[in-house]
């Protein structure tokens, strides 16, 4: 009797804000202390146009210095998860990656530069609170913050990526990340390097063409095509059929390659030349 190879392990990471959740955590704390979103976002943009923290950790930042966000404590935080809408069927895609498919079984981690508590109460019951990294707090007695901990946005990802991929022992082509914005370059650069596997789930242009696969779906369970493709090795008629046997239906998949242009007039950039030489003259 043969005996039956053991699964091959992989390490599944997946941002939040805008990748498991159609909201910005910010924009939902920022309505709950009654601030508009064109403040939240003035205020952000400020803090990145200073490149003062790294790329997705605005929010933090504004946390401990910003006198209309200090009031926050950690009730407030889960309370800013709770309000959160997520994806449809992320438990579904939870159970399916864990679970394992034909021979490749994946240990599903959330790696977010949001504060940790709004994430572990949004994903509550769908995701081990252990699964789940973002940024960590210190807090003093009265529930106030007090400093940051752990920051885990641009390079704090990679880190974090880095001290799982260790933990779990397994090797960097066996990496899938899943991403939607200009916080997770740097992750999505690092596991490219090492010929891991990126999925992004939005155009964002400073994203789009650095993952290797891109995926648009109001459903968690679109990134399971492209790991089903490259991955597993299934083709569309045996991914139908896995979708079909967990009772859903693939009713529309559009393969589209999109190419993004500037155009501008080869006369006009050749009479700017003519001008510049005449002025040197």
Known sequence: ?????????????SDFDQTLSFNDSGYVLAELLGISSEEFERKAAGMAKLNL????????????????????????LYEVGKRIRLKENINLLYRILTTGIAGHQFEFYVVSAAPVEIVQSALEGIVPADHIFGTRFRYLPSGKMDT??????????????????????VGPERIVYVGDGSSDIHVMLHINRRDGFTIAVSENKHI??????????????????PILEEIVGLDRTGIR????KQGFLIQEWDKVSTDSLTI???TTAGLKLVDKEAARA
């Open 264 to 266: 501008r007039s080869a």
């Open 148 to 169: 940051i901990e752990q920051v885990t946005a641009g390079y704090g990802k990679v880190a974090a990526i880095d001290r799982l991929q260790h933990a779990l022992k």
């Open 1 to 13: 009797m043969a005996q039956q190879q053991a699964p091959k392990q992989y390490l599944f990471a």
């Open 53 to 76: 923290v790294q790329q997705g950790g605005e929010l933090s930042y504004l946390l401990l210095h910003d006198p209309e966000f200090q009031q926050v404590n950690k009730e407030q």
């Open 208 to 225: 789009a063409p650095i993952a290797k696969r891109t995926v648009l779906s109001d459903d968690a369970l679109g990134v399971l095509i």
């Open 241 to 244: 059929a896995l979708f079909e």
